[in-house]
């Protein structure tokens, strides 16, 4: 497990007040390119802070190495002994869930943005927050009902416990806007082989497909498309498909398919652009690559943590416990989305926007009052 630490300068020769964050994430693993690319959010977030706060904030970044265990682990070292105030990370609701447990337990708060299962916010919990949820992702509905038209939906998802979660905030939307379900089906999230799947949606008669899953999903579904060729009008993918490794690796394959996406770059609210800009530029420089939504999500959860530990900084109370009121009353926007946690600790504002690959990048085409760019339907990448 490696330790990854920031020294904390010297201003005018004297050491300013320090305290400790903790964070783990899958940097290594069948998650570590979500997890490095989360990580980096994270540490810009820390920098940008410590070049303006009061007070310097090391961060001790952990690598869980796409395992519950492992993270269980990590988090029992961030609490221990590296005596952490908060933690901000975790992807996947299945190394989330018992890693928080043990942040719980030790009365230390923990915010992520990396897991959807509706039980993570269902167990009592008073130190967990989470600013993504199940709700934020049914806004596709309202552009296939509003946008497209179209009236027939097949909706596939992963077996998970974030897949199946999504997948019923989904299949109730639809619902309530009148739209018929012809085929509705989960599929072994560990699946190499989707094109059976996919000639029965080709059958059902349906004009969009809405699949949910994780990157290996969307691959394994995009390449069998390519091949059964289903007669749908658009593919739509919710959260893990519009990123940059994605549109890398597959290509042409991802022309044309829709996403939903907590951020890309010029999504955020006008207020929030020269933010937006700044982060982008500094991600650059740092990383030598473009942020995707994933460094948006890790930098914006790290935010607020940050920013609720300086509200318990100024109250004379840096403890846990203080910083977990903080959190509790945080309320604001950024440049991902709104939020204000519930007594459950969910971000009852979060909102997604939905993304149309587009000549090679995401475009936000929904909602309009986020949207710079136009959707085009039907298009399909198999029928290019």
Known sequence: MRRIGFLLPLVFGLALAQYKIGSHLPLTGSLSRIGTEMANGVRLAVEHFNAT???KVELVLLDDESSPAKAVAAVERLVGRERVLGITGGYGSNIIGPASEVAERARVPYITSGGLARDLTQRGFRYFFRFTNVEGYTVVADLIAKGFGAKRIALAHDDGAGGTDVARAVRAKLQALGLELVF???YPGRSTDLKPLLEQIGRSGAEVLIFIGYENNYATALRGAQVVRPKVNAFVGLYSLITPSLIQDLGPLMEGVYGTEPWTNGSAPVALRAEEARFVRDYRGRFGQTPGYLAALGYVQTQILLNALKKAVESGSPTPQALRDALAASQGEN???AYRFDEKGDNVLYRTVVSQVQQ???????????????????QVPWTR
């Open 53 to 55: 706060a009061p007070f």
């Open 184 to 186: 509705d089906s989960s």
């Open 335 to 337: 440049l991902v989305s």
């Open 360 to 378: 090679g990048r995401g475009v936000p085409v929904w909602p309009k009052e986020r949207a710079y760019g136009r959707w085009v339907y039907p």
